[in-house]
Nanobody, 121 residues
Framework: VQLQASGGGLVQPGGSLRISCDTS????????AGWFRQAPGKEREGVAY????????WYAESVKGRFTISTDNPKKMVYLEMNNLKPEETAVYYC???????????????WGRGTQVTVSS
């Protein structure tokens, strides 16, 4: 475990939450960082990723316009701002890093423990 996700919690439907990922423990540089989520009984899915230097981003269709991924490279942090959250987005959210331009979890080399996000009234 080399990345540390934090900031999860309980939020009402329609609410907002920002989760953070500390990459300072990585000893190697990486090309892109991504956020993934896994709900009980479901496969892990890619939510968003961002390239470290260019800041190119990709979002899953289901979160476009509501989620924003960003980085603070001097602080070695990656963030996911989530707005208008839905109950079906309840999941453990993981951050990960890769040397590739990809959202396939198989291509991600560095993972951290996830943070639980629960969307419920």
């Amino acid at each position: 475990v080399q990345l540390q996700a934090s900031g999860g919690g309980l939020v009402q439907p329609g609410g907002s939450l920002r989760i953070s990922c500390d990459t300072s423990a990585l000893t190697l540089d990486y090309f892109a960082a991504g956020w993934f989520r896994q709900a009980p009984g479901k496969e892990r899915e890619g939510v968003a990723y961002i390239t470290k230097r260019a800041g190119d981003t990709w979002y899953a269709e289901s979160v476009k316009g509501r989620f924003t991924i960003s980085t603070d490279n001097p602080k070695k942090m990656v963030y996911l701002e989530m707005n208008n959250l839905k109950p079906e987005e309840t999941a453990v959210y993981y951050c990960a890093a890769t040397h590739l331009h990809s959202i396939d979890p198989e291509d991600y080399h560095y993972w951290g423990r996830g943070t639980q996000v629960t969307v419920s009234s």
